[in-house]
């Protein structure tokens, strides 16, 4: 995770339930204290995952909401997009735009 409070947030490689407390742990503070209103998590280097990859990415999202400021998620893998969307949260995380390249590439399959 970075220590810029103004970078951009990365995500670890794997986030499954085994890793997802320590993320969140270390993740949070970060995206309280950033210092724009927009605050950027990119997770393309995510490989590995579990629903807890969601959890993490709500908690933050309220986190963000609590500080009053926005969660902007960028380079979710294909694979966590269609959890999300199974789930019912994609609009939750993903703008708008995101959500119809996610029906794009699920007419593609």
Known sequence: MPKAKSSTLQLPREL???QARECLLSLRPLVVEYAGQQVPVDASAVKVFDSSALAVLLACRRAALAAGKQ??????????RSMAA??????LLLPVEDDSDLKRSS???
């Not at 969660?71 to 966590?80: A, D, E, R, S």
């Not at 199974?86 to 609009?91: A, F, K, R």
């Open 16 to 18: 499954t339930y085994r």
């Open 71 to 80: 969660l902007q998620i960028t380079g979710l893998p294909k694979g966590l």
């Open 86 to 91: 199974l789930y019912g949260v994609q609009e």
């Open 107 to 109: 007419n593609a399959d």
